[in-house]
């Protein structure tokens, strides 16, 4: 049973930082894409960032450009998105994706995306 379980949110100040866990159990996790994604009230799901299996290309939103660190380790089984800067447009649920190796690595598109964990509640007050 793959199970995908997103840690580190909470509530932070505007111009704060927050780092995101997602620790993954019953998938070779080595052979997957992992995103994050978010969801803020009344919009759709985007893609915030990305990273190949081998964690050597990530992908970034423009509006995490240069704020926000994707990144991997594939002994622990766990990926991470570090997040600087933060600012009230950032407050959504975030959620972890894991990608089979077929196709892109930064589709934007929730469906192809294979497995999801619960989320993690980011409030960013200003």
């Known amino acids: 049973q793959v199970q995908l379980e997103e840690s580190g949110g909470g509530l932070v100040q505007a111009g704060g930082s927050l780092r995101l866990s997602c620790a993954a159990s019953?998938?070779?996790?080595?052979?997957?894409?992992m995103g994050w994604f978010r969801q803020a009230p009344g919009k759709e799901r985007e893609i915030v960032a990305s990273i190949r299996w081998h964690g050597t290309e990530t992908y970034y939103t423009n509006a995490v450009k240069g704020r926000f660190t994707i990144s991997r380790d594939n002994a622990k089984n766990t990926v991470y998105l570090q997040m600087n800067s933060l600012n009230p447009e950032d407050t959504a649920i975030y959620y972890c994706?894991?990608?089979?190796?077929?196709?892109?690595?930064?589709?934007?598109?929730?469906?192809?995306?294979?497995?999801w964990g619960q989320g993690t509640q980011v409030t960013v007050s200003s």
């Open positions: 019953g998938l070779p996790f080595g052979r997957f894409h």
């Open positions: 994706a894991a990608k089979y190796l077929s196709g892109s690595y930064y589709t934007s598109t929730p469906s192809e995306w294979n497995y």
